[in-house]
């Protein structure tokens, strides 16, 4: 076998093995290189049946840089929202979407399974991919500014805010998507540094770091005031315009 067919766990074998036969015959000699204690001496008999540690995983390209943050939010303790979690909710979704929304942060049924938008809120964004967009919901990526419910899903405070966007900026900046689309005020207030509200921040174009953004009602706001559906359904044939999956005007 050459080393070009060996595995890299082969090779890792192969490596562990030379140390092996190189310590114990320097402790043979007369007088010995190096001295072993009975410990060392001990594992080294060992050590040749010892497997290869497990191969790291890559640490380039989107997946693995969104699945870092994910740990790291995890792990986040920066503002007190992580000590009324149950669960964190990084965000989910194609790490090479083309369209990624950007919402306000999870509510009781995301903290309880750590997913974006599974509640009644989530079932009607993802009937507007699917239904609407005709998209897949794993096609897309959603996320939201807070990675954290806030108790009693109250508006997130400024202080929280700055604790989590900077997880926001890193995924936005890995993934480059062709469009952004946030959902309701919070969201589009972060992105776009601005206080206006969503009625005058809809209905036009925005960019985020060069990225077009269209600025859309929340689908829990949505679910309290149904004749704005008619709105929102506007701004998602503009994103769907964009893209370049919208149906042709009927002749």
Known sequence: MTDASKTPEDLYAEAVEDV?????????????????????????EGVSA??????????CGPPDGLERIADEVRGCT?????ATRHHTVPGEGNPNADLVFVGEAPGADEDARGRPFVGRAGQLLTDIIEKGMKMRREDVF??????????????????????????????????RPKVICALGGTAAQTLLKTAATVGSLRGVWHTYHGIPLRVTY???????????????????????????TAPPPAS
């Open 20 to 44: 092996r036969r190189l310590a114990q015959k320097a402790a043979r000699g007369t007088p010995p290189k190096v001295r072993l204690s009975r410990h060392t001496a001990r594992l080294l």
């Open 50 to 59: 010892t497997p290869a540690p497990p191969r790291a995983a890559a640490v």
């Open 78 to 82: 920066a503002c007190p929202l992580h």
């Open 142 to 175: 959603i996320c939201n500014v807070l990675k954290c419910r806030p108790p009693d899903n109250r508006t997130p405070n400024p202080e929280e805010v700055a604790c989590c966007e900077p997880f926001l900026i890193r995924q936005l900046d890995l993934l």
């Open 218 to 244: 929340h689908p829990a706001y949505l679910l309290r005031s149904p004749g704005e559906k008619a709105k929102a359904w506007l701004d998602i044939q503009e994103v769907m315009k964009r893209l370049g």
